[in-house]
């Protein structure tokens, strides 16, 4: 008769085992569900946006040097408004243009890190 009671008492056990486990994982999908709309707020997804633009994680897929570009682009464009239309002037256009961007870009991205 021991032989009966001792596969009965590994299962009692398994099973209580079991439902420790399953009370674990709902009160912390309980806290993911709570977390997950808390993140929802509107003022939370306005706080993590302009955190993102201020720190992004990646500088090359962050807004500020897209505008700090199109600002060079501006700028560029504002100086050879007058200057003669050849090709040589053009060209130097462009390069100045690059230049620029660059310049800025890289600019930025030492600031961001800091």
């Given at each position: 008769m021991?032989?009966?009671t001792s596969p009965s008492k590994e299962l009692k056990d398994k099973i209580l085992e079991f439902e420790q486990k399953r009370t674990v994982q709902e009160n912390e999908l309980k806290e993911?569900?709570?977390s997950f709309i808390e993140n929802l707020r509107p003022s939370k997804i306005?706080?993590?946006a302009v955190n993102h633009i201020i720190h992004p994680g990646n500088s090359e897929t962050s807004i500020i040097p897209a505008f700090a570009q199109r600002g060079?682009?501006?700028v560029t464009q504002k100086l050879f408004r007058g200057a003669p239309q050849g090709k040589f002037f053009k060209m130097a256009?462009?390069?100045l243009k690059f230049a620029v961007a660059n310049g800025i870009k890289r600019k930025l991205s030492s600031i961001l890190r800091k």
């Open positions: 021991d032989t009966i993911e569900i709570h306005i706080k993590n060079a682009n501006f256009g462009a390069v």
